[in-house]
């Protein structure tokens, strides 16, 4: 099993930046970091690969909430510890619940960015984001220092509610030698190696489904205009 150098590990590092700093969508930002990391790194590309292809046989994220059904309620810590409920955003407005697998993922990150350069338009539509991760408190309040986001980060310990919701996922044993290097038991609070795949669900004021973005490959994510629109209709049906 290849494991990352140090020399590799700051390549892509480097990489992160270029693609973060690169014009483009999102998805386009994410495929070339895909890209940069397959050539840096392709035992973890290929495992990958295996993994995605192992959950869509499986129907990854298929049951997961559709259009038209209720979104189960969630009552979740924030960073200070705070509970955080999903009817109470729900009085304020609109919101998008999107699920991210931690404060370590690049790809999550490249996705937050996007959503916060995005925010002073949802914030004008009335519409809300929360986000939500296995991480434990301190790894969320690194998420929010390392990526300035404005919206709330929940704490899901052990994918409890991913898990409510048929996201949660073992990564499998290839995976965890791959990224041995990154300390999951600590960041998790357990040594499970499960995390969510990353999805959006945007839920209207009456608390039904309105949209969502469900893709078992992490490196995909749901395009801004996307999130932005079915915001935006969610807006105008209330």
Same mark, same amino acid.
């Given at each position: 099993?290849?494991?990352?150098? +140090? ?21 386009? &930002? ?56 999903? +009817? ?21 990150? %490249?996705?937050?960015?996007?959503? #916060? ?14 986000? #939500?991760? +296995? ?21 899901? %310990? ?17 995976? &965890?030698?791959?990224?041995?290097y990154q300390d999951m038991a600590k960041f998790h609070g357990n040594d499970g190696w499960m995390l969510p795949i990353p999805a959006v669900f945007v839920v209207g004021r009456d608390g039904l489904v309105k949209a969502r973005f469900v893709d078992p490959d992490f ?11 079915? %915001? ?7």
């Amino acid at each position: 099993m290849t494991s990352l150098t +140090p020399a590799d590990a700051e390549r892509l590092k480097l990489a992160f930046q270029r693609c973060r700093d690169m014009e483009g969508t999102l998805n386009e &930002q994410l495929r070339a970091y895909a890209d940069a990391g397959r050539e840096i790194f392709p035992a973890y590309g290929n495992a990958v690969d295996r993994l995605v292809e192992r959950l869509g046989q499986n129907g990854g994220g298929e049951n997961a909430p559709r259009p038209g059904e209720v979104m189960p309620p969630f009552m979740l810590p924030d960073d200070r510890g705070q509970l955080v409920g999903l +009817p109470s955003l729900l009085t304020r407005g609109p919101v998008a619940v999107m699920f991210f697998r931690g404060h370590w993922c690049p790809y999550c990150r %490249l996705n937050v960015r996007a959503v #916060i350069q995005a925010q002073d338009r949802i914030n004008a539509m009335g519409a809300q984001i929360v986000a #939500i991760m +296995p991480e434990t408190q301190e790894y969320t309040e690194k998420f929010i220092a390392d990526s300035g986001a404005p919206f709330p980060v929940l704490t899901d %310990l052990d994918n409890g509610y991913a898990l409510s919701l048929n996201l949660a996922i073992w990564l499998g044993t290839e995976i &965890q030698l791959l990224l041995s290097y990154q300390d999951m038991a600590k960041f998790h609070g357990n040594d499970g190696w499960m995390l969510p795949i990353p999805a959006v669900f945007v839920v209207g004021r009456d608390g039904l489904v309105k949209a969502r973005f469900v893709d078992p490959d992490f490196r995909k994510r749901m395009e801004i205009d996307d999130l932005l629109a079915a %915001l935006e209709s969610a807006c105008r049906e209330n």
